[in-house]
C-alpha cells in the first residue's frame, strides 16, 4: 500500500505526563548518578488521508542547529519501527549515544525521515533536552502549580499537535485533537507561554503568573492577524476581492495591486480591477479616460484610442485622430466620394458624385 505522509500530522503525544514525572522526580535534590544520554520520542502518523496507520517502516532521526539548513550534528536510522493506530514510539541515544556537545548550542531541531520520506517543517527541541547536560530538572520545589489552556486558530477552530512550551525551561507538550494542553508541575513564578504550529505561525502569552497548587488558563491564538489576512480582513470571513489582482489587507482594510491592463475605477476592492483598460473606450489607458472623435465611432486598442469607423458620409483623410473624420465625402469637390477625388473643373460634388 502507498502512504503519503503528511508533514504536520506527525507529532509528539503524551509528552505532558512524562515531563510532569520528570520534574516531579527533581523535587528530590541533585541526583548523584549520571542522567542517562536518551531521549524519548513519541510520534502520531497518519496516511495522505488523516487515517492513522498501523504498520512498520523504517526511521532516522537527525539533529540540527538550524531549522531549514546546516549540518547533521547527530542522526540515528532504524531498520524498522512499529506503528499501532498511529502512535509510535522511539528512544533517542539508544543506536547512537547522545554526546552532551549536541546539546551545547542555543537551539536543536529534529528532522524525522518515515519510510525515506522527510517529515517537514523540522520540530524544534525545547529545553527538556538540555536536562541531558544540566543532569537536574529545573525546578526542586516540592510545592508546584499547572498552566492549561487551548491554542485556536485565529478565525477558526481549535487546532491539535501544536507545540506549546515554556521558554527556557523544562515544561513541553502538545495539544490534543481538541487543541487543549497542560502544563504540569510548573514552580511560581510569571512566565511566557509559546505556541508553535509550523505554516500555520506561532504565538506568545505572556505574564502567565503560575501559583502553587492553582492552574492558571494561558489561552493562545495562531495565525494570521484579521489586520493583514485578506481573508478575514477587518473581520472574519470578510474575504478580499482578487479578481484580476492581488489582495492585501493593510490594518483591516483590503486593498489590491492590479495586474497589468487592469484597473480598479470604482474603488471597490469586493470585485477586484474590474476593468481592463487596454481594450475599454471609456477607460482606455486609465480609469475614466474616453475615447471620442467627431463623426467616427472610438475603440480602444491597446490602451490607446484610435478610430473604429467613420460616419457615414465621413472620412479620415489627413490620417490623424485627433479630428476624427474630418472630411464630409458627400460634398467636398476636392474628396468626392473617396479621399483625393477631385471633381474636375467646374464640377461640384453632390451626394458624393462629381455634376
Not at 505532558?16 to 544520554?37: Q, W
Not at 485578506?230 to 474575504?239: D, Y
Not at 489582482?245 to 475605477?265: D, E, H, L, Y
Request: hydrophobic residues 35%.
Amino acid at each position: 500500500m502507498s502512504l503519503n505522509f503528511r508533514p504536520a500530522r506527525l507529532r509528539a503525544i503524551g509528552l505532558c505526563s512524562v515531563l510532569a514525572a520528570v520534574l516531579a522526580l527533581g523535587s528530590v535534590g541533585r541526583a548523584s548518578a549520571a542522567v542517562p544520554p536518551l531521549m524519548n520520542y513519541q510520534g502520531y502518523l497518519t496516511d495522505n488521508s488523516s487515517n492513522p496507520v498501523t504498520a512498520s517502516y523504517p526511521m532516522t532521526f537527525k539533529l540540527y542547529p538550524d531549522s531549514t539548513t546546516g549540518s547533521v550534528l547527530w542522526s540515528e536510522s532504524y531498520a524498522t519501527v512499529s506503528v499501532t493506530g498511529g502512535v509510535f514510539n522511539v528512544i533517542l541515544g539508544t543506536l547512537a549515544p547522545l554526546p552532551q556537545s549536541v546539546f551545547s548550542g542555543a537551539k536543536l531541531w529534529l528532522l524525522s525521515t518515515v519510510n525515506g520520506v522527510d517529515i517537514l517543517p523540522r520540530r524544534p527541541v525545547v529545553t527538556v533536552a538540555y536536562a541531558f547536560r544540566a543532569g537536574i530538572a529545573d525546578s526542586t520545589s516540592p510545592t508546584t502549580g499547572a498552566i492549561a489552556g487551548t491554542v485556536q486558530l485565529n478565525c477558526g477552530g481549535s487546532v491539535g499537535g501544536v507545540l506549546v512550551y515554556i521558554p527556557g525551561r523544562s515544561f513541553t507538550c502538545y495539544t490534543d485533537a481538541a487543541g487543549a494542553f497542560n502544563l504540569g508541575a510548573v514552580p511560581p513564578g510569571t512566565y511566557t507561554v509559546h505556541a508553535e504550529a509550523g505554516p500555520s505561525g506561532s504565538s506568545n502569552v505572556t505574564n502567565v503568573v503560575v501559583t502553587a497548587g492553582a492552574t492558571t488558563n494561558a489561552n493562545a491564538t495562531i495565525g494570521p492577524s484579521t489586520q493583514t489576512d485578506p481573508n478575514n480582513c477587518g473581520n472574519c470571513g470578510v474575504v478580499c476581492g482578487n479578481a484580476n489582482g492581488t489582495p492585501s489587507c493593510v490594518s483591516g482594510t483590503c486593498q489590491i495591486a492590479c495586474n497589468a491592463g487592469f484597473q480598479n475605477c470604482d474603488g471597490q476592492t469586493a470585485n477586484g480591477c474590474e476593468k481592463n483598460v487596454t481594450n475599454d473606450p471609456q477607460n482606455c489607458g486609465n480609469c475614466g479616460v474616453f475615447c471620442s472623435f467627431s463623426h467616427a465611432t472610438a475603440s480602444c486598442v491597446t490602451s490607446t484610442c484610435q478610430i473604429a469607423s467613420c460616419n457615414a458620409g465621413f472620412q479620415n483623410c489627413n490620417g490623424s485622430n485627433s479630428d476624427g473624420c474630418e472630411v464630409s465625402i458627400a460634398n467636398d469637390r476636392f474628396n468626392c466620394g473617396s479621399c483625393g477625388n477631385v471633381c474636375p473643373g467646374s464640377q461640384v460634388c453632390v451626394n458624393s458624385v462629381c455634376q
